[in-house]
């Protein structure tokens, strides 16, 4: 106990949370607690296994920068593959040692006068000298209040919640929604034998492509002797996506000609390959591309247009008994319904009865607006990190780099701490404010406030992404300034 060796709580033992445990522990502390609310490790790839789940960005991008992996079977697998790596990793980093399961974090609350936390699961209390949320950001399903839900008498669950003793074949399989998740789950229910799918739509999508390819065996023991070809992938891939979101978020003449070049090519792909005008006007989105989240598929198109798909562009009105009923009066009579309508990407480390200095709850912090200073800082959370917090999604970047960045921006401060050159680790109210206010004055620049309705933007069109490009972000995260920090002895 101590400064240099902090008692530590990390809520969530998904990507994120591993990755803090091997990095904390690498720096030589011992006290770690990681506190995960299920029977195992894996965030978001033990919670989505519905049929087709897998990773969009390449698997050797979507890779720790210090556990490479040679034997990823393709180069977009899937999500139990994706589960496997991290159960792996954290025997192979001595982390498991640290996780205790079905411990749901219910409270946290900070003690200014012992400079605590005190963290609270059904089974007891914590004690931290520094509290990370892992708690993800695509976690807690959004469901909209469909009148009638109740009442539907077939199946219907979220993706999220994948009811796998339902039987599919032969069924009349209703999907809600056209997002990430949607396209990667209707190729596999229209191939499923029997299966009637109806996909209502409420917004279309614009679509990159990339096709999946396994590697070959012969490949595999290449890229284990010569690991500099996974390292080059996974450097192509995020320059690929970096240029990607300057073209989306940046105002320079290349970034524009790029984003008409990705638009362009995005049009061109719906008309390669989408043949019926009838169908392929109701796939048009009508904002521009990159707005919403792009969708990286290559099977989507192609599943749309089977005989057995049909896509519904009518509003919901109601759910009845034996199916959805749509504004314009139709039935469409369906035994399974799958909501495949994402997540709330801004409830963070909640339900949680979180609480800061003097009492303060996250609440009332967020009354106004939810933000963190470089996405982790809250003045009034002493030694609280926030990972993957508001502002740190950034385009179809792989989210590893992004928490990886945040990590070692992190281990920083900790390190100055430790060292007692920072009284606390607590941002001051002046930088929350500022960074807001730049957050708010890019992004009115920005695609993303080019009029779509998106999971990118709050309700004030405030953004919730990182709406800079992706070097700015490495730039910001590169080193504190510990000018935005609360200093030793100010205020005490
Ligand atoms: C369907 C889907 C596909 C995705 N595909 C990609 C992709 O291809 N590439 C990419 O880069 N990203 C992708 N993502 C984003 C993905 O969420 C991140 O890549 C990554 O998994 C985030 O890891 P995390 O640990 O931060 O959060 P999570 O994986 O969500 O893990 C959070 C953990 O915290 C635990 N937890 C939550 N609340 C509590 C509590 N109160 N008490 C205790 N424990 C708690 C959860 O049980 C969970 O284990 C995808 C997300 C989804 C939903």
């Not at 709580?9 to 609310?37: F, N, R, W, Y």
């Not at 960005?57 to 393709?74: E, G, M």
């Not at 495949?340 to 106004?368: C, H, N, V, Y």
């Not at 069109?461 to 504190?480: H, Q, Y």
Request: net charge negative; charged share 20%; glycine share 8%.
């Amino acid at each position: 106990m101590g400064r240099d060796n902090p008692g530590v709580v990390i809520i969530g033992a998904g990507m994120t949370g591993i990755l803090l445990a091997i990095k904390l522990q690498e720096a030589g502390i011992t006290d770690i607690t990681v506190l995960e609310k299920k029977e195992s490790i894996g965030g978001t790839w033990r919670e989505n296994t519905y049929p087709g789940v897998a990773c969009d960005v390449p698997s050797h991008a979507y890779t720790y920068s210090f556990a490479p992996n040679p034997d990823w079977s393709s180069h977009f697998p899937a999500g139990a593959e994706i589960h496997q790596y991290f159960k792996d990793i954290i025997e192979r980093f001595d982390v498991a040692k640290f996780i205790r399961y079905n411990e749901p974090v219910t409270a946290c609350a900070y003690d200014d006068a012992t400079r605590r936390w005190t963290v609270t699961t059904e089974r007891g209390d914590y004690e931290a000298d520094l509290l990370f949320s892992a708690t993800g950001i695509l976690h807690q399903p959004k469901i909209p209040g469909f009148p009638g839900r109740d009442t539907f008498t077939g199946h219907c669950f979220h993706t999220a919640r994948w009811d796998h003793s339902v039987a599919l074949a032969g069924k009349r399989i209703g999907i809600i929604g056209t997002g990430s998740t949607a396209c990667q789950v209707i190729p596999e229910l229209v191939a499923m034998p029997g299966t009637d799918v109806t996909v209502f739509q409420r917004t279309p999508q614009w679509t990159a492509y990339m096709e999946d390819r396994p590697f070959a065996d012969w490949e595999k023991a290449r890229f284990a002797r010569q690991p500099w070809r996974m390292q080059l992938i996974r450097w192509l891939s995020s320059f690929v996506y970096s240029r990607g979101t300057a073209a989306l978020a940046g105002d320079g003449v290349f970034d524009r000609l790029t984003h008409r070049l990705m638009a362009w090519n995005a049009r061109k792909l719906l008309r390669d390959a989408v043949t019926d005008p009838a169908l392929r006007e109701k796939l048009t989105p009508d904002y521009q591309f990159g707005c919403k989240r792009v969708v990286i598929t290559s099977r989507f198109y192609d599943a749309i247009q089977q005989p057995n798909a049909h896509l519904v562009t009518e509003g919901i009105e109601r759910f009845e008994p034996s199916g959805i009923r749509t504004q314009d009066g139709t039935l469409h009579e369906l035994d399974i319904v799958v909501l495949a309508t994402g997540f709330d990407p801004t409830a963070f480390m909640r339900p949680m009865a979180f609480r800061g200095s003097g009492g303060l709850s996250i609440e009332q912090a967020w009354e106004k607006k939810i933000t963190a200073y470089r996405s982790m800082f809250l003045p009034g959370f002493p030694n609280f990190f926030l990972m993957l917090g508001p502002n740190s999604p950034i385009g179809n970047q792989s989210v590893i780099e992004i928490s990886e960045t945040q990590t070692r921006f992190a281990l920083q401060l900790v390190d100055e701490w430790r060292a007692g050159r920072l009284d606390r680790i607590e941002c001051t109210p002046a930088a929350v404010a500022r960074w807001a206010a730049m957050i708010r004055e890019k992004v009115q620049h920005t695609v993303w406030a080019s009029g779509c309705d998106s999971w990118y933007l709050d309700a004030d069109g405030d953004a919730l992404t990182w709406p800079f490009t992706w070097n700015k972000w490495v730039a910001m995260m590169a080193a504190p300034d510990f000018s935005d920090f609360v200093a030793r002895d100010a205020g005490d």
